[in-house]
């Protein structure tokens, strides 16, 4: 029992600051919070646990166990997931022994999971009244070897039947972003000027990857006027179209025929680059692979003569990560 008693000092004392900030996974209603402690020095500590719930002072009725954790720069680092955007929540923090036996409840925090302050929005692109003008580059290819970087127009279409026979490409400048931004969202927008076909048209967003093509001189068969695209039999007459140097679609617009602004989610797309600049290919707009033959849809470029249809991207965060909060422990 002595040593017991001693275990709850030496986590009261020890530790004695919980930080808490917060991290939002993208446009998901779930969020995650992060917790950092100084750790527990006893032999027979085996671990960690964090209760929470929603009311203040308790009852804790979820907890997250997270074992034995080495510590990161003398602290602990855990983080509670599957929490509720937008809700308060209410957290403790015990540490257990080899036995099981826990210590006392460390002193509560609190936060309204994912709410962050000081987001801002802006609007990358050649677009009226753009925050960053000149920072989209974009084009599209097709089933030869024109290059098409000058065209007004960016041409999704199907043909054969269920084949690819377009494609669009685009490259974002996200230099001006703050390096301690948190992205909260980032949607690509195209005015779609023409459709035709089949009456829902599906474009899906891919990342390019393997090879970073040069859109001053891409094709359907090379990503820089020299160098081919990775060959694939996905298209006629085996014209790669660069369909084998994407990934998988990270978000999918079934557009109708009404013309107008149509929206992609490229969150994580604009956070992996962010993260990884040099990952930053580009992405490309696929084609309907499951459309009847002629089914198009066509959007305005960032050449087009009217300002108020070209290609724009909104991404909206924080200029930096938020404040943690810093709760002393009482020894009480």
Known sequence: ??????????????????????????????????????????????????????????????????????????????????????????????????????????????????????????????????????????????????????????????????????????????SQIPQDAVIQSAVLQLYATAAGGDSIYAVSSHKVINNNPTLSSATGYTYNGTNTWTSNTSCYNNVPMAQADIGPSESTNNIDMTLGYKSWDITQMINDWLANPESNYGLLLNSDAVATTDSYRNFASSEAADTNQRPLLGISYSDGEPKPTIISISTD
């Open 1 to 174: 029992m002595m040593r017991y008693q001693k275990y709850i000092k030496l986590l009261l004392l020890i530790a004695c600051v919980l930080v808490l900030t917060q991290a939002k996974n993208g446009l998901t209603a779930e969020c995650a919070q992060n917790f950092s402690w100084l750790p527990n020095t006893e032999a027979d500590l085996a671990g960690y646990k964090i209760y929470y719930g929603t009311s203040d002072g308790g009852p804790y009725p979820a907890s997250v166990d997270f074992g034995m954790i080495a510590p990161q720069n003398e602290r602990v680092y855990a983080e509670v997931p599957g929490l509720t955007c937008g809700t308060e929540y209410f957290f403790v923090c015990v540490a257990y022994n080899t036995q099981g036996v826990e210590s006392g409840y460390s002193t509560q925090v609190s936060g309204v999971i994912g709410s962050i302050s000081n987001v801002v929005t802006k609007v990358f692109g050649n677009t009226a009244g753009a925050d960053y003008p000149n920072t989209i580059e974009d084009t599209y290819i097709n089933l030869d070897q024109n290059n098409n970087i000058s065209s007004a127009s960016l041409n999704t279409y199907t043909w054969p039947a269920n084949m690819v026979a377009n494609a669009i490409l685009i490259k974002v400048d996200l």
